[in-house]
């Protein structure tokens, strides 16, 4: 093969790159606005109905919870992205396009979810959530903003700055507010007297 033939093959693979990427990008974007409709059709506030602006709450325990941009469960979605990522890593026949529209999905699923009525209940008679109401949609649009975010940092630093990141968000939360994703997932599925009671307190 000769120089200019080793030359088109290049120029040729760049561009397939770029068609790639776009096409990925574009499909991302569609599955964010799809997630943004549904949310919408289901009767989902855009923006905390208190009508503040600020971008954050703290507080876990007002109205505010779930509503603004970032809040402290933004660290746990932070955790659902590095969890997607080494969990679809080990998926045979995936490449890394697909594991990342597959991530994105997933988040992008469970905030419809976790905004149905079913589950709103649930969190409210088994977690320490008594007040929950659901998400505000940027609220759900930064969340699934966060798990792209631990998704990018597990694929591009060693396995352990992922289990360092994991370990110190959850103890971090879990001094913070008294929960975390572990103890989130564990009320929501098999709810614990006694950490309610710890939790509440």
């Given at each position: ?25 574009w499909?991302?974007?569609l ?35 779930s ?36 991530a994105?999905?997933l ?18 008679e ?11 949609i ?10 792209m ?28 507010i ?24």
């Open positions: 093969m000769n120089a200019s033939s080793s030359e088109t093959l290049e120029v040729a693979d760049d561009r397939f790159q770029k068609d790639r990427s776009w096409t990925v990008a499909i991302a974007g599955i964010v606005v799809g997630m943004v409709l549904v949310l919408a059709g289901m009767g989902r506030w855009f923006w905390c109905e208190c009508g503040s602006w600020v971008p954050w709450s703290w507080d876990i325990w007002t109205a505010h919870n509503q603004h941009l970032i809040d402290p469960y933004f660290f746990s979605h932070v955790l659902h992205g590095v969890l997607f990522y080494w969990a679809l890593r080990w998926v045979p026949r995936l490449n890394r396009s697909q594991c990342l529209l597959i994105l999905g988040e992008a699923s469970w905030e419809i979810l976790e905004n149905s009525p079913l589950i709103i209940e649930r969190y409210r088994a977690t320490m959530a008594v007040g929950y109401t659901g998400d505000s940027a609220n759900s649009v930064t969340d699934v903003a966060a798990c975010l631990g998704y990018w940092f597990s694929s591009r630093f060693p396995w352990r700055w992922s289990v360092a990141l994991f370990v110190v968000s959850e103890i971090l939360m879990l001094l913070m008294r929960d975390n994703l572990l103890l989130n997932v564990l009320m929501l599925v098999s709810p614990i007297p006694a950490i309610q009671e710890w939790q509440s307190g």
